[in-house]
C-alpha cells in the first residue's frame, strides 16, 4: 500500500496540508498541485493511482481537469470536492461523477473521510458509495 | 269647416278648369273664325274683282254699293274700296269711318301688288283687327281697277247661343262631380273616424272622445281628438326624452368608467388578455398590444388564435377546460421569440364569472419575469457563493482539527501551526458573517446606515491602525501624505472603515515584501480624495473588468492563493456609492496598484 501514489490538486493551500499530511501518514506516497494544469503534468510524470481533485480553481478548473484525466487514462481513479460555487455543490460533483469521477465529496468534510474513500477505491472494494448518494 | 274649406278648393279648381277651358275654346274660336275671313275676303274680293269697272258706275254703283252693304254687313264688312286704274276710289263704302284709319303700307301694298292680296291691319285707336283683301280688276288684258275689301271679325263670346249645349254639357259634368267629389272625402276620411279613438289608446288614456253624431264622426271630432292625442304624445315625449338623458347619462358614467378601466389597465406593466367563452377578444391592454407590435381595431372581437400565434399559450389557455380546472388559476413560463427575444415571461390564465358560476370569458396576463428570474438567479448564485465560502474554512477547520483530536500530529510545531490556522480560518468565517452582515446593511441603503459626522482624521487613524500589523510582518512601509486641516464627512463611520481597510488590507496582502504603501488624503472642490498607491502584483486587464463583481476571485496564483472571499471590493464599492461617493482603479501588472476613493465633503448639520 506504501507504494501506492496520491495527487491532490486544490487551489486551497490548507485543504492541500492536511490531506497531505492525513494521506502521508496513512502511508501513502503523495503529490500536491494547486490547480488544474500543475495536476495534469504531475499526473503524467508520476502516474499516480488515484487522483483527488477540487471542482472549482481558478486557471484549468477540476470538471475539465476530470476530463483530461480520464482522456489520458482511463483507469485512473478519481475522487472529486467541491464546496459549491455560482451553482451548488452537489450540482458540481453530479456533473464530475458523469464525467468519470467515482467518488465525489461535498465540503465540509474532514481528512479520513477522503482516506477511507481512498483506501476503497484503491482496494477495489465493491460497495463505494459516495457522501451525498 | 274642413268640408267647407275643401269644398271651397273644390269650386275653385272648377272654375279654373271652366277658365282653362274657355280660354282654349275662344283661341279655337279666334283661329276658326280668322281662317273663315280669310277665306270669305277672298272670295268675296276675287267674286267683286270678276266685275267690269263699268259695272259700278252710275246707277250700278248704289245698287252694287247697297247689295254689298245689306249681305254683307251682317259677315263682318268693314268698308269696301274700288279704285280705278290710277289708283283713286271712285266707290267707297266706310260705314265705320275706317279707312281714312288704313296703314298707307296697306293701302299702297293692295294697289300695286298685281294679283291677290290679303293683309291684317290694327287701327290706330283700337285693338280691332282688320283684314285688308284685294285684287286688281282686268278688263281685256287691262289693269282698270283695285278692289279692296275690309273685314273685320265678329266679336267671339263664350256664352253665345251656338254654345249653349257646349257650356250645358260643362255645367252637367261639373255638377255631377260635386257628389263624386264629396263622397270620394267621405271615404278618404272615414279611417279618421276611429283615429282619435287609436290616437288615445296610444297615449294611454282611456277617456272616450264624443266623436259621433248621428250622422258618424264630425272631422272637428277627429280633430280634437288628434289635439288630444297629441297632448298625450307630447306629454309621453318628454317623459320618454327625460328618460333618454337619464339613459344618456348613464351610458356616459358607463362609458366614462370602460375608459377609465381601459386607462388602469393600459397602466399595468404586464399584457392583458380579456376573451368571451368562444374566445374572442374582448379587450387588450396596452402593454400586450405594444408587446404583439398590433393595433387595437386589429385585435378585438377577433379569435384569439388569428391574435395570438402562439400555439404554446393557445393550448395552455384552451387545452384543460374541463371540470374543475375551470375555475383554477394556472400559470406556465414561455417566451415571445419575435417580439421580445431572450425574455422570459410568465403567463397567468384566470376565468371570469358572472357571479353564479357560469363562466364568460377568461382572463390571460402577460408577464415579463426576465428581470425577476434573473434576480432569483443572483440571489441563488449568492447563496451558493456564501455557502461554498463558509464550506472551505469549515473543512479545513474540521479536517485540522480531527488531525490533532486523532493525535496524527506529534511534533508541537506543527500542532501549532494547526491550531493557528484553525485560528485563522474561525477568522475568516467571523469576517465572512460580518461582511455579510454589511452587504445586508448596504442593500438595506439609507434605512439602515447611520449618518454621523465622520472626522477624517480618525477614520484614517483607525484604518492604518488595522492593517500596521500585517504590513510590519511583509516589512512594508505605509507612506502618508495627510493635511493640516482635516475634512469631514457624513455617513456610516463603520461602513466607511470597512471600504478603507478593505483597499488598504489588499494594498499590503497583494503586494510582496519590502514595498510601499502610500496613503494621501485631501479635500478638493468640495470632494475627500483619498489615494493608496502600493508597489503590489498589480491587476491584469481582465480582472480590472470584474474586480467589483461580487465573489470575483482572479486567477493570478499570487493573488489566488491569499485568503479571501471575493466580498470586499464588491462591498466596498457600494459602501463608496451609498455614500455619494466614486471609487476608480488604475492597475499595471507588476508595477502596482492605484485606488482612488471621492467622496462629498460635508459638514454635519443639526436636525438633518
Redesign the interface.
Known amino acids: 500500500m506504501g507504494n501506492k501514489k496520491v495527487l491532490i490538486i486544490d487551489d486551497d493551500a490548507k485543504i492541500r496540508r492536511v490531506l497531505d499530511l492525513r494521506l502521508k501518514k496513512a502511508g501513502y506516497q503523495v503529490f500536491v498541485a494547486a490547480n488544474g494544469e500543475a495536476g495534469l503534468n504531475l499526473f503524467r510524470a508520476e502516474q499516480p493511482d488515484i487522483i483527488i481533485t477540487d471542482i472549482l480553481m481558478p486557471g484549468k478548473e477540476g470538471l475539465e481537469t476530470i476530463m483530461e484525466l480520464r482522456r489520458d487514462s482511463p483507469e485512473v481513479k478519481i475522487i472529486a470536492m467541491s464546496g459549491g460555487g455560482r451553482v451548488g455543490a452537489e450540482e458540481y460533483l453530479d456533473l464530475a461523477k458523469k464525467f468519470g469521477a467515482q467518488y465525489a465529496f461535498t465540503k465540509p468534510f474532514t481528512g479520513k473521510e477522503v482516506l477511507l474513500a481512498v483506501r476503497k477505491l484503491l482496494d477495489n472494494s465493491p460497495g463505494v458509495k459516495n457522501t451525498f448518494g | 269647416m274642413k268640408v267647407q274649406r275643401i269644398g271651397i278648393l273644390l269650386l275653385v279648381l272648377c272654375i279654373i278648369g271652366v277658365s282653362v277651358v274657355s280660354t282654349a275654346l275662344i283661341r279655337y274660336e279666334k283661329r276658326t273664325r280668322s281662317r273663315d275671313i280669310v277665306n270669305k275676303g277672298r272670295y268675296l274680293v276675287t267674286l267683286i274683282a270678276l266685275h267690269s269697272i263699268k259695272d259700278f258706275e252710275g246707277n250700278k254703283r248704289s245698287f252694287f254699293l247697297r247689295t254689298l252693304h245689306d249681305y254683307i254687313s251682317s259677315e263682318g264688312l268693314a268698308y269696301c274700296l274700288i279704285h280705278d286704274h290710277a289708283g283713286q276710289p271712285f266707290v267707297v263704302l266706310d260705314p265705320y269711318k275706317l279707312v281714312s284709319k288704313i296703314p298707307q303700307a296697306v293701302r299702297l301694298k293692295s294697289l300695286h301688288t298685281m294679283g291677290l292680296t290679303d293683309q291684317t291691319f290694327h287701327t290706330s285707336n283700337s285693338d280691332q283687327t282688320v283684314y285688308e283683301f284685294a285684287k286688281s280688276m282686268f278688263e281685256n288684258g287691262q289693269q282698270t281697277g283695285t278692289v279692296r275689301l275690309g273685314l273685320r271679325p265678329p266679336p267671339i263670346s263664350l256664352f253665345s247661343m251656338e254654345r249653349v249645349g257646349l257650356l250645358a254639357t260643362i255645367a252637367f259634368f261639373i255638377f255631377a262631380m260635386v257628389p263624386f267629389v264629396f263622397l270620394g272625402i267621405k271615404v278618404a276620411l272615414r279611417p279618421l273616424k276611429n283615429l282619435g279613438l287609436k290616437m288615445e289608446n296610444m297615449a294611454g288614456t282611456s277617456t272616450p272622445v264624443e266623436t259621433s253624431s248621428a250622422k258618424g264622426p264630425a272631422i272637428e271630432d277627429v280633430i280634437a281628438s288628434l289635439d288630444q292625442s297629441l297632448g298625450f304624445l307630447r306629454e309621453r315625449y318628454k317623459r320618454l326624452e327625460a328618460a333618454n338623458i337619464e339613459s344618456h347619462a348613464k351610458k356616459g358614467v358607463i362609458a366614462y368608467e370602460r375608459k377609465q378601466i381601459a386607462r388602469i389597465l393600459d397602466a399595468v406593466h404586464y399584457g392583458i388578455i380579456i376573451t368571451d367563452t368562444q374566445d374572442h377578444i374582448n379587450h387588450m391592454n396596452a402593454h400586450m398590444l405594444n408587446l404583439l407590435s398590433k393595433e387595437r381595431d386589429d385585435v378585438i372581437d377577433r379569435p384569439l388564435a388569428e391574435v395570438l400565434e402562439h400555439e404554446e399559450i393557445l393550448s395552455f389557455a384552451s387545452g384543460q377546460e374541463g371540470g374543475a380546472q375551470k375555475t383554477t388559476r394556472r400559470d406556465m413560463e414561455t417566451t415571445f421569440p419575435s417580439h421580445a427575444p431572450g425574455e422570459t415571461f410568465q403567463v397567468t390564465l384566470s376565468h371570469l364569472d358572472d357571479g353564479d358560476g357560469s363562466i364568460t370569458g377568461k382572463v390571460i396576463c402577460v408577464k415579463n419575469v426576465t428581470t425577476q428570474k434573473s434576480v432569483d438567479r443572483a440571489k ?2 449568492f447563496v ?2 456564501v ?3 463558509l ?2 474554512p ?7 482539527n ?2 490533532l483530536m ?1 493525535g ?2 506529534a511534533d508541537l510545531e ?1 500542532q501549532k501551526e494547526f491550531y493557528n ?1 484553525i485560528n485563522e ?1 474561525t477568522d475568516r468565517l467571523a469576517g465572512l458573517i460580518e461582511n455579510l452582515l454589511n452587504m445586508s446593511k448596504i442593500e438595506m441603503g439609507s434605512l439602515t446606515t447611520e449618518r454621523e459626522l465622520v472626522k477624517t482624521d480618525r477614520l484614517v487613524k483607525d484604518c492604518v491602525a488595522a492593517i500596521e500589523a500585517p504590513a510590519q510582518k511583509k516589512h512594508i512601509t505605509i507612506e502618508k501624505k495627510l493635511p493640516d486641516k482635516w475634512p469631514s464627512l457624513v455617513g456610516d463611520k463603520e461602513l466607511l472603515k470597512v471600504a478603507m481597510i478593505n483597499i488598504l488590507g489588499n494594498a499590503v496582502k497583494y503586494s510582496p515584501e519590502n514595498t510601499n504603501i502610500t496613503l494621501s488624503l485631501r479635500e478638493q472642490d468640495h470632494t475627500v480624495k483619498l489615494d493608496v498607491l502600493d508597489q503590489g502584483y498589480g491587476i491584469s486587464e481582465e480582472d480590472l473588468n470584474h474586480i467589483f463583481d461580487q ?1 470575483y ?5 499570487r493573488i ?2 491569499q485568503t479571501g472571499s471575493g466580498l470586499g471590493l464588491a462591498m466596498t464599492s457600494d459602501i463608496i456609492q451609498l455614500h455619494g461617493g466614486r471609487i476608480e482603479v488604475q492597475s499595471t501588472p507588476g508595477d502596482g496598484t492605484h485606488f482612488s476613493i471621492s467622496l462629498p465633503r460635508k459638514d454635519y448639520q443639526l436636525g438633518k
Open positions: 441563488h448564485e451558493a457563493h455557502a461554498h465560502e464550506r472551505a469549515l473543512t479545513t477547520i474540521k479536517s485540522y480531527e488531525m486523532d496524527e500530529i506543527t490556522t480560518e465573489f476571485r482572479s486567477s493570478d496564483p489566488s492563493e
